[in-house]
């Protein structure tokens, strides 16, 4: 059965916190493909809400390919090629091992933009960035984490590939919580690295210099991995 269990005290949209839990099991492969999923009726005694609010949350499921219903024999799980989306959980983000999870992510995707960006970058590309690394430097105290993120996206839009733009989009909320997990135990020290990484970084793109971008992003990550690893 499921591990997680809701309280009485539910969000304002229960059928998506729901469905947002049977996601987060499924995807983490408690249910493994092919397992058929408790009953509307199991869900319903387990989650302590009506079977409506059951059934909505299945459908939103559904809608995302992770589950199929089986005519007269239930809802089943599907294999990884039958899913239609991808997702990672805002909640994971408050967890250290799943933080560097989304770092590993990070690297391949964000090594490859920096490396495109130095090719491809514009001149009002450049200026984007260096606005935002300049706010994150001086926004030490207030959130600084926000116009990190900024900066990475300037660095996913001046690639010209639209993918990159919307995959660091959709993944956005999701670094950001990390990047502010990342450094909730770290000190003024920690913040002063980044600044000089994202600096290594934007002198690389700026002088289009796609090596150097690359070299640079990945230490960045690295270092931010490290970090990581410390305050576990």
């Known amino acids: 059965m499921l591990k997680a269990k809701l309280t009485s005290r539910l969000k304002s949209d229960a059928p998506q916190e729901i469905a947002d839990l049977l996601s987060l099991h499924i995807r983490n492969g408690e249910f493994l493909a092919g397992a058929r999923l408790p ?9 302590e809400v009506s079977r409506p609010v059951v059934r909505e949350a299945i ?3 559904k809608a995302d390919g992770l589950v199929e219903s089986r005519q007269g024999s239930g809802l089943y799980v599907t294999g990884l090629l039958e899913r239609q989306s991808f997702k990672v959980h805002a909640e994971l983000s408050k967890d250290s091992s799943a933080v560097i999870k989304l770092f590993e992510l990070r690297m391949p995707i964000e090594v490859m933009a920096a490396r495109l960006a130095a090719h491809r970058r514009s001149d009002d590309d450049v200026a984007q ?5 300049v706010q994150m430097e001086q926004s ?3 959130d600084p984490e926000k ?7 300037a ?3 001046a690639t010209r590939n639209q993918y990159f733009t919307e995959l660091m989009a959709y993944l956005g909320g999701v670094i950001y919580a990390g990047i502010r997990f990342a450094r909730s135990s770290s000190g003024p020290k920690v913040h ?5 990484e994202h600096g290594r970084i934007l002198s ?3 002088d289009r210099k796609p090596e150097a971008a690359e070299k640079a992003m990945r230490a960045h990550i690295n270092g931010a991995l490290r970090r990581m690893n410390a305050y576990k």
Do not use: P, T
Not at 39 to 47: I, K, N, P, T, V
Not at 129 to 133: G, I, T, V
Not at 147 to 153: E, I, R, V
């Open 39 to 47: 009953s509307e009726h199991g869900l319903a005694e387990h989650f």
């Open 59 to 61: 459908s939103r499921v």
């Open 129 to 133: 960035m260096e606005m935002f690394h």
């Open 140 to 142: 030490q105290s207030v």
């Open 147 to 153: 116009y990190d993120l900024q900066f990475h996206l």
């Open 155 to 157: 660095i996913a839009n």
């Open 192 to 196: 002063r690295k980044a600044i000089l």
């Open 204 to 206: 690389a793109i700026k």
